[in-house]
């Protein structure tokens, strides 16, 4: 018996939650042994009192606000805790079709992978601006490169997840889940890959960005965290180019003023220049700890899983 659980995390969704659970039964109705759960992420409307009356299998409630990521983990140790063999997430807000679910599904059980994204072409999301286009494509990219998966849509909150996935990830954002869980599996040995989907039309703004400004900060924020958490090495690498570059100029510059008999005026460049290579070599030095840290917990990872 195959066990699929499909969270969806909520906000302050009164006005669309029933239509999007309406949505979601209709599209699972001929599946066995799935179940649906909501987690109410300290909504202040009715929310909460809409699911009840839906009578979903499943209500986990923070008392307040935490964000979309926590709100991700805690339906994530609910399925781990409750031995789920399969865990889709979708939108509240009706953004994502469901009647893609199926497709999900059938996809991560025949051809035995640990994710599946539902991907959006951005070209055709007529609501979307062209700058916003632009940077989640340009998200995307970023995050392909770092984590070496071949994933078109980075940010898609539509997804299905394996055992396998469900046991090994942990989200380490607050903001958002997307991009996180992504660079983990590639550090986790997990295989992904995406089907195309189409989307409704939004029923609301979104809630996660205020700004494209906000939007930058905060990817740029998750990114950069998990850089440095998966790949420690290569990022304290890329931040140490900079003070090594500039302590190895000031050398020079102190080596051509003293072939020139003119040392003695500029001391000042070897100090500097010693004080750059030092913070340096000091982040290499924290780059190989960091590799040493990742290591160490990807054997007590094993060890866990034992």
């Known amino acids: 018996m195959t066990k699929i659980l499909i969270q969806i995390p909520c906000f302050n969704e009164e006005e669309v939650i ?3 659970l309406a949505s979601v039964r209709k599209s699972i109705k001929d599946i066995n042994d799935i179940e649906i759960l909501i987690i109410n992420d300290g909504s202040t409307d009715n929310t909460y009192e809409i699911v009840k009356k839906n009578k979903v299998e499943h209500i986990i409630s923070h008392d307040r606000n935490l964000g979309l990521g926590i709100a991700f983990q805690s339906g994530l140790d609910f ?3 409750n031995s789920y063999d399969y865990l889709i997430n979708l939108d509240a807000d009706n953004q994502y079709k469901s009647e893609y679910i199926n497709e999900l599904i059938e996809k991560i059980k025949n051809e035995n992978l640990d994710i599946i994204i539902g991907s959006r072409d951005f070209s055709k999301i007529e609501h979307f601006s062209f700058i916003k ?3 989640q494509k340009i998200g995307s990219w970023v995050v392909r490169i770092i984590s070496n998966e071949k994933v078109s849509d980075a940010s898609s909150g539509f997804r299905i ?6 046991n090994k990830i942990y989200c380490t954002s607050k903001f958002s889940y997307t991009l996180d869980t992504i660079i983990q599996a590639n550090d986790k040995d997990l295989k992904i890959d995406e089907i195309p989907i189409e989307i409704n039309n939004p029923t609301r703004l979104s809630r996660l960005f205020k700004s494209n400004r906000e939007f930058i900060y905060n990817q740029t924020k998750i990114i950069l965290n998990c850089f440095a958490i998966y790949k420690p090495f290569i990022f304290f690498f890329y931040l ?4 090594l570059l500039i302590g190895f100029i000031l050398f020079i510059r102190f080596l051509i003023f003293y072939l020139n008999g003119d040392g003695a005026g500029h001391i000042q460049s070897i100090i500097f220049g010693a004080t750059f290579l030092i913070l340096g070599f000091i982040l290499i030095m924290m780059g190989i700890i960091g590799e040493l840290i990742k290591h160490n917990r990807k054997i ?3 060890f866990n899983e034992k």
């Open 133 to 135: 286009k632009k940077l």
């Open 18 to 20: 029933e239509e999007t």
């Open 79 to 81: 399925a781990k805790k």
């Open 300 to 302: 007590l990872d094993r």
């Open 161 to 166: 997840y394996s055992k396998n996935a469900i």
């Open 240 to 243: 140490s180019l900079f003070p």
